[in-house]
């Protein structure tokens, strides 16, 4: 990630605090701040704060925490500030006072105190002007160190927090080499499921935000979000959480290398993720089947096991074919599963329910071109198969309606790849069919597809 870089909130430019040494404060909860550079007194000839010049009689007064010259009006409190090395009380203006005061009050022994810190860290998150200067001052530090306090009200107040800071664009750089990443998956293993509700699920929703994103998709790997958010899906969630827990697993599944972990996980995730298909909750059935297409694309014994263990699960997929969800997405998603394990051989006889399922679809008047592509997709791939060969003649008609005569150009390569497996497999009574409507449009095609005529001009006599 690097060092951290300057940022622009809410239109000024802001320089976040840095700390002595590595950057990465969890689990670090004394961490020394970065001194910031003091004016000299030579550039200073009125107080920052109140504009008053300075004379004889009003001098000028440093604040330890920002560096710059004020009066003693205006710099007049002092306080311990262990985050610079400093245990006996420095002046510390009154713009850095209150985030230098939960920062060096976050160091105490004492709970309340704490708590006091914490507290007012949260607050000045959600304001303009506390925002730019806690991540000026080391409050961004001081909360991911304090990660793993184990007080759950606490932790709870963390988690707020984290979540405020990382729903601002121009601080997830930071965030990220701070260790927000580490700390959010600290928490989300951490917390009770059942009592800290709301601290998994801003936790989770933290974590979220940075899975989005592809410049920090693999650190997030590297953080350990896939064995936080796993360690959810062997425990008894609530729907909420499980919501979040699916979208998060989703965008994790988008990369291939975590298939397997999931795949050879012993806790039952497979299951639990199919049975998550059979949510009331429709925006958890197109969640949960998007990710399940997600790990369906992996390999020949990722798709055998999803298969499999749909069977246990009670043959979730078809129930959600069947179902006739009134959200397009749902059944596209389904769709789309179904579509990758049907280039599974082993699996073709296990199969036959969802193909006689798909079939039913294809017949029905679906409008959703994104749905008629995996609809398509899933025929072509069936076809391959002769064990299918005289359930798919049955519908080659539809197919050639359907497909072969769609002005969508994708839809139309499906349809051909289906009428081509069917034709290999059983010529006559495919051509027997085709002759009657299909031909012209097949032969059409194939003479549209780039290089087809000419490989055939240049085979050998």
């Known amino acids: 990630m690097g060092a951290i870089r300057p940022v622009k909130l809410e239109g000024l ?14 689990g670090s909860p004394n961490f020394i701040l970065a001194k910031a550079r003091w004016m000299s007194d030579d550039e200073a000839s009125n107080c ?16 330890r925490m920002c560096g710059r010259i004020l009066c003693s009006k205006c710099c007049k409190e002092k306080m311990p500030l262990p985050q610079l090395r400093c245990e006996e009380p420095e002046r510390v203006c009154e713009i850095c006072r209150p985030a230098a005061e939960c920062v060096t009050k976050s160091r105490s022994t004492i709970l309340s105190f704490k708590f006091e810190a914490v507290k007012g860290i949260v607050s000045m998150c959600k304001e303009e002007k506390g925002l730019c200067k806690l991540v000026e001052l080391g409050g961004v530090q001081m909360l991911i ?10 932790r709870a107040m963390i988690a707020e927090g984290l979540h405020i800071l990382s729903t601002h664009q121009p601080l997830h750089q930071m965030l ?30 933290a974590l ?17 979000a896939l064995d936080a958010v796993l360690k959810l899906f062997q425990a008894q969630t609530t729907p909420a959480i499980s919501l979040v827990a699916v979208s998060t697993l989703s965008l994790l599944m988008e990369n291939p290398n975590t298939h397997t972990k999931i795949m ?5 995730i497979l299951r639990n993720m199919l049975l998550l ?33 749909d069977f246990t699960a009670g043959q979730m997929m078809l129930k959600v074919m069947r179902s006739k969800p009134k959200n397009d997405q749902i059944l596209c998603n389904a769709t789309c599963l179904v579509a990758n394990l049907s280039t599974s051989s082993e699996d073709q006889g296990g199969l036959q329910e969802l193909l006689s399922c798909l079939c039913e679809i294809m017949k029905s008047d679906v409008k959703s071109s994104a749905l008629l592509v995996q609809i398509s997709r899933g025929m072509a791939n069936f076809a391959a198969f002769p064990q299918n060969t005289d359930k798919l003649l049955q519908h080659l008609p539809v197919i050639v309606y359907k497909f072969l005569k769609s002005p969508d150009n994708i839809v139309k390569m499906h349809g051909m790849r289906a009428a081509l497996h069917l034709l290999s497999k059983k010529p006559s009574n495919t051509v027997e069919e085709l002759l009657r409507d299909g031909a012209g449009d097949l032969l059409t095609n194939i003479s549209r597809l780039p290089g087809v005529i000419d490989a055939i001009y240049r085979h050998p006599y």
Not at 280 to 304: A, F
């Open 208 to 224: 979220t935000i940075f899975c989005k994103l592809n410049e920090f998709k693999m650190k997030a790997l590297q953080d350990g």
């Open 48 to 63: 920052v704060l109140c504009q008053n010049k300075f004379n004889q009689l009003r001098r000028k007064h440093h604040c």
């Open 145 to 154: 160190s304090m990660s793993k306090e184990p007080d759950a009200a606490l």
């Open 13 to 26: 430019d802001i320089y976040p605090a840095t700390v002595e040494g590595l950057q990465e404060t969890f």
């Open 176 to 205: 990220a080499v701070v260790g927000v990443i580490k700390a959010l998956c600290w928490m989300i293993s951490a917390c009770d499921i059942v009592t800290e509700e709301k601290a998994v699920i801003d936790s989770l929703s």
């Open 264 to 268: 050879d996980n012993p806790g039952n």
């Open 277 to 309: 298909c059979g949510s009331e909750d429709e925006q958890m059935q197109e969640i949960s089947l998007k990710t399940l297409s997600h790990l369906s694309m992996g390999t020949d014994w990722h798709r055998h096991k999803i298969v499999q263990e």
